[in-house]
């Protein structure tokens, strides 16, 4: 009879660290599986990331190109107005449809006291004339969002209309331009400041009255000096229970018990 118990616990302690086993094996899998799952939904949630920084990227990339492109036709447009200053002589009438009163007079100083126009002249009255319509189109234009018309390479800011004083001699590439486009929502805008170089245009004057050449194909108008993606801080402020209950009628304030008195029990 002593074997006969001994062979029956032995089986149930086989069968009992066989259970055992197999239930640890379980939770083993169990822990492994939970673990491959979080760093899935990890690996999802950085890609996915990854997908909207791209997203937004892009989608401010395009935006900045398409603002771009507006200011390339303004630049254009203002080539034109200052072709057609030189080609109708407007700087011989006594007013013009591009400058103010005292721009076109400051410019036909550039001609006064010679019996003929010279090639000179009529460059810099082409660029300054130039100038003076883009910095106001490019003003105008930016009363539509949030941009900057400056004027660099040490000029005066202050002074926009000295670009018609010949007095002043006029710096290369003097006209500058900053604008911002923004991606996302109020509290975490993605923001692209772009600040541009405007390059003065050239042309070629045969002679005196001769023919005005310009440069033909792809023509250059701006040049890209910073282009920087920034995003737009935000404050993080939790909600803290500040003490207060509402039970619905009343509003009642948790007790303050700090320096209260311990209750004095009474002997009888």
């Known amino acids: 009879m002593i074997k006969g118990s001994e062979k029956i616990k032995n089986i149930f302690s086989r069968e009992g660290a066989a259970s055992i086993l197999v239930i640890f094996t379980l939770i083993l899998l169990i822990m492994f599986g939970m673990l491959t799952l979080t760093t899935a939904l990890a690996g999802k949630r950085l890609s996915m990331k990854a997908v909207n920084w791209a997203r937004e990227y892009y989608l401010l990339d395009s ?44 410019l036909q100083k550039l001609f006064a006291g010679s019996e003929t126009t010279s090639v000179i002249a009529l460059e810099e009255a082409f660029i300054r004339v130039y100038l003076i319509d883009a910095y106001n189109k490019l003003n105008e234009y930016s009363q539509n969002g949030e941009a900057d018309v400056v004027l660099i ?6 002074d926009p209309a000295g670009l018609a004083d010949t007095g002043k001699s006029l710096a290369p590439n003097i006209l ?3 604008f911002n486009a923004a991606e996302g929502d109020e509290q975490q805008d993605k923001n692209l400041d772009v600040a541009l170089e405007i390059i003065n245009p050239t042309i070629e004057i ?24 920034w995003q737009q801080p935000f404050d993080y402020n939790p909600q803290w229970w500040d ?25 009888d």
């Open 243 to 267: 003490g207060t209950i509402d039970n619905g009628d009343d509003e009642q304030t948790a007790p303050d018990v700090e320096g209260e008195e311990a209750p004095v029990l009474e002997e």
């Open 176 to 178: 500058g331009y900053r």
């Open 153 to 158: 390479n040490g000029s005066d800011e202050t």
């Open 63 to 106: 935006a900045a190109e398409a603002k771009l492109m507006d200011i390339d036709a303004i630049l254009a447009s203002c080539e034109e107005d200052a072709l057609k200053y030189i080609q109708n002589r407007e700087y011989e009438k006594e007013a013009s449809a591009i400058l103010s009163a005292e721009q076109h007079n400051n």
């Open 206 to 229: 045969e002679g005196t009255g001769g023919a005005i050449n310009r440069a033909e194909g792809y023509v250059k108008r701006y040049r890209i000096i910073s282009w920087k993606e």
